[in-house]
DNA sequence: GCGACAG
DNA sequence: ATCTTGTCGC
């Protein structure tokens, strides 16, 4: 399978994506990945296809990282929303792909179901990989839900036209709450487990939070 | 027609 | 995404 690389291919793809009906996946003694893709600093708009980007992903083995790569890209396209696949898909894949080995869950900073399409990056990116993803994101794209309450590890659903398309989450009782989106092959509550697990010192995932620190150093480190 | 709208 | 200022805590 080949990234989609206008709208109209990316949009003929969530639709496919929207309908597929893959295994549900379960949690076991888990690997969990992260990836994240930051641009230079001072970075404001939308962009476009040719900015320079720095993509990374970590692997982790029982909360501790076993696994790094960091790799220097080019943004396909501007940041549009519903469409985000076109300017981050196949960085983020690129970077998943440079680990020792694929993480049994990973982590993304997208959405899942909550999407135009119900096909947000963290199901396209999960499909791609073969890999079940959770999306981790500050706001809902469409979704809309009450905050839960403010006590550590207090989630409140979110729904999009009736449907269940994730939870907010409070990591820490005093702060904002984050979203979790099931991605592929993960339901609401198994993406709510994983990113709980993940939660026990910040309020960002840990592996999304090492991703995004290995990102941002690479481009301190190379302008 | 206009604003909203993951990163 | 990135920016901004102070603030709290290890």
Redesign the pocket.
Known sequence: MVWPTTVAELIEA?RALAVANPEPWRPGPLTVGGC????????????AAGDPA?AAAVLLADGRRVGRYVVRATARG????????L??GPLLEAAVRGLPRLPDVLL?????R???RR????I?LGAELGVPTV????????ATGEWPEPRAGAASPLFLEGELVGYWLRPRAAKRPI?V?PGWRVDPETALDVVRRCCARWRTPEPLRLA?RA??TA?ARSG
Not at 119 to 122: E, S, T, Y
């Open positions: 969530q994240f893709v930051c641009f230079p600093r001072g970075h404001t708009g939308i962009g720095w501007p940041y549009q929303a519903g469409l985000l696949a300017r981050e993304v900073n997208a959405t899942g909550d999407h135009p096909a947000g990056l963290a396209h999306g981790v994101t500050h706001r809902p794209l469409l979203v989106h995004r990102a941002r481009r």
